[in-house]
């Protein structure tokens, strides 16, 4: 079965300095993995995702993520924060042509991202 | 521009009480999923439906039942309320049941159970 780590509950950084979110998972083959972001009082939504292909993947709102299989890592990376990207970000993964679908996502416990004025 | 709508957004019970959470989309989509987010736990799935008329069990199905009403409706039943399923729950849904699907969320029932 897979699993993902995500390092720090909470992370903290000042408004303009670099983003970095990290999650490390675990799969017996290639995963599909995830970000999602959820904003205070709301759902989650997708901010990316990595299927095949490229392994840096760019997302909205000026997010990127890089599959590096050797680290088993995905992290997530912004070049300067926002007031507004305060939130929980939440990394999944998920096996392909598992025959399943969401219900075979398993998500990371979340981060929480912090934006110091 | 509704996307996946759940009502309440709020509710309190006594233990043993029984409520229905309800969830509709409209995006014609054809898998949905009923989550619960607990601190420090991530999101864990409760049920899921991968189309109209199936449903099944996910990793916390234990005194929660669903019902895939039409192809827009999924609703979550809790028959006899326990302080343990205080929590926030969310529904999704997915075009399809495939592992690299995006889901869709909506806004979330913040659950007590007193």
């Known amino acids: 079965a897979q699993s993902v780590t995500q390092l720090g509950s909470h992370v903290s950084v000042s408004e303009g300095a670099l983003v970095l979110l990290r999650c490390n998972y675990s799969?017996?083959?290639?995963?599909?993995l995830f970000w999602y972001v959820q904003y205070p009082n709301q759902g989650l939504q997708l901010l990316l995702k990595y299927t095949t292909g490229a392994t840096l993947v760019k997302g909205i709102n000026g997010f990127e993520a890089e599959f590096k299989k050797s680290e088993t890592s995905f992290h997530l990376t912004k070049p300067s924060a926002h007031m507004s990207d305060a939130a929980e970000y939440f990394c999944?993964?998920?096996?392909?042509?598992?025959?399943?679908?969401?219900?075979?996502?398993?998500f990371g416990k979340g981060t929480h991202l912090i934006i110091q004025p | 521009n509704a996307g996946v709508t759940q009502t309440p957004k709020f509710q309190v019970l006594k233990t043993g009480q029984s409520m229905t959470l309800q969830c509709a989309q409209d995006m014609n989509h054809n898998s949905m999923y009923w989550y619960r987010q607990d601190p420090g736990m991530g999101l864990r799935l409760i049920y899921y439906s991968a189309s109209e008329g199936t449903t099944d069990k996910g990793e916390v199905p234990n005194g929660y039942n669903v019902s895939r009403l039409n192809k827009r409706e999924f609703s979550l039943r809790l028959e006899s309320a326990a302080p343990s399923q205080t929590s926030v729950y969310f529904c999704?849904?997915?075009?399809?049941?495939?592992?690299?699907?995006?889901?869709?969320f909506g806004s979330g029932t913040q659950l007590s159970v007193l």
């Open positions: 999704a849904s997915s075009s399809y049941r495939s592992t690299n699907e995006k889901l869709f």
């Open positions: 999944a993964v998920s096996v392909p042509y598992s025959g399943g679908g969401a219900d075979g996502l398993t």
């Open positions: 799969s017996s083959v290639p995963p599909y």
